[in-house]
């Protein structure tokens, strides 16, 4: 049997098309139903990227340090997909703050793409579309991809669900890795960076967090999170920060976790579209005859309860027929 042939965005996609990834991207970001169709077409394609998240709070000069990431990787000859998720405009919901316009000198560079997302309310320092947005920049044959977090500093854990290295900036001097290690963001790094090590009280954090880390029980087989200080603004630290990637990189592949995570991270997309295409449908189904809106009125006026009334929605569902 003839398979059909990839749909026109998805086979541009595939040809590194820089124009039609940004295409698909905002479709992706719409919610368009043809980007679904698309991505189905890209899905046997991906898988072959390494992906790095880089989260921190505000301030910790992550933009800077993936800036100056992409010229190491450019220096190595790898291609470079960048998604820097930004909060959303309580106007227009799209995403501000431009980290592509900080990255402007790179936009002539063929070798990489830069993409900004808006989380759209999303939570976990992350936009719902960035598992989709990784997808499209795996499938047009990046070597890496980095993805920034909003900056939003203790929530922003999820990222482990997506990266195969996840990088944690700090700055000396702040305080902010005590919310940090709160935030349980400690059990999420593989590498920690100590940025803008200039400044007074770098190596006292660095020797904080080699404590906590002792302290931290690490089998003898586990990967134990290296710490490095750089100064990003002046491209000091940056060799030994690309250096320990790698290291993370070799590990993976050596232990077996490198597949380990693929699975992981796939059980955890299907999930999340399970959720999403039946919240979707679930509502379709509700919204007939007025029937939503008679619910949430019964709601704002405490004639029922939200317990009740989502069990009253999925039998409902049920008697219908939820396909």
Partial sequence: MKKNLPMKLAREVLQGNVRA?????????????????????????????????ITGSPGSGK???????????????KTVGVIAVDPSSPFSGGAILGDRIRMQRHAIDEGVFIRSLATRGWHGGLSKATASVIHVMDAMGRD?????????????VDIMDFAHTSIVTLVPGTGDWVQTLKAGILEIADIFVVNKADKEGANALKVELQTMLHMNAHSSEAWKPRIFLTEAINNKGIDGLVEGIY????????????DAHAKEKGRLELIEVLRSSLTDR????????????????????RRTDPYSAASNIIKRVLREGIF
């Fill in 21 to 53: 990834a940004a295409r698909l991207i905002r479709y992706v970001e719409d919610e368009l139903p043809s980007a679904i169709e698309e991505l189905k077409v890209l899905y046997p394609y991906t898988g072959k990227a390494y992906i790095i998240g």
């Fill in 63 to 77: 933009s800077t340090l993936v800036d100056v990431l992409i010229d190491a990787f450019r220096k190595k000859s």
């Fill in 144 to 156: 890496f991809i980095l993805v920034e977090t909003v900056g939003a500093g203790q929530a922003e």
């Fill in 247 to 258: 290291q993370h990189r070799e590990f993976l592949f050596a232990s077996g976790k490198y």
């Fill in 282 to 301: 679930i509502l379709q189904i509700a919204s007939r005859d007025d029937y939503l809106d008679r619910v949430i009125d019964d709601l704002a006026n």
